[in-house]
Nanobody, 128 residues
Framework: QVRLAESGGGLVQPGGSLRLSCAAS????????IGWFRQAPGKEREGVSC????????YYADSVKGRFTISNDTAKDTVYLQMNSLMPEDTATYYC?????????????????????WGQGTQVTVSS
């Protein structure tokens, strides 16, 4: 059973930075994808970024390109989401999700229902 635990959320002013962590355990395969999603009140859950273990390919939503960076520390079994130049519209609950699959189809990385395992979420609030 894959388990995910997010941390690192909080309150930050516009223009500030936060680093989210997703600690993963229980993978039985070296082939997996870990995605970051977010959901604001009254809105659908949306894909933010994704890391795939095969070749370390990453994906980003257009709204965060150039501001957010996803990275993986295999020694710590942790995926990070570095968020810079934060804006009020980035305010949401952020979730990490995982899927064990060979040859992950990157065309669908942003679809929440593609993922089998989810963390509990961490709140990010961007406000002055």
């Amino acid at each position: 059973q894959v388990r995910l635990a997010e941390s690192g959320g909080g309150l930050v002013q516009p223009g500030g930075s936060l680093r989210l962590s997703c600690a993963a355990s229980g993978f039985t395969s070296d082939c997996y994808a870990i995605g970051w999603f977010r959901q604001a009140p009254g809105k659908e859950r949306e894909g933010v970024s994704c890391f795939t273990s095969e070749h370390g390919v990453t994906y980003y939503a257009d709204s965060v390109k150039g501001r957010f960076t996803i990275s993986n520390d295999t020694a710590k079994d942790t995926v990070y989401l570095q968020m810079n130049s934060l804006m009020p519209e980035d305010t949401a609950t952020y979730y990490c999700a995982a899927l064990e699959v060979p040859l992950f189809n990157g065309d669908v990385w942003y679809r929440p229902y593609e993922y089998d395992y989810w963390g509990q979420g961490t709140q990010v609030t961007v406000s002055s």
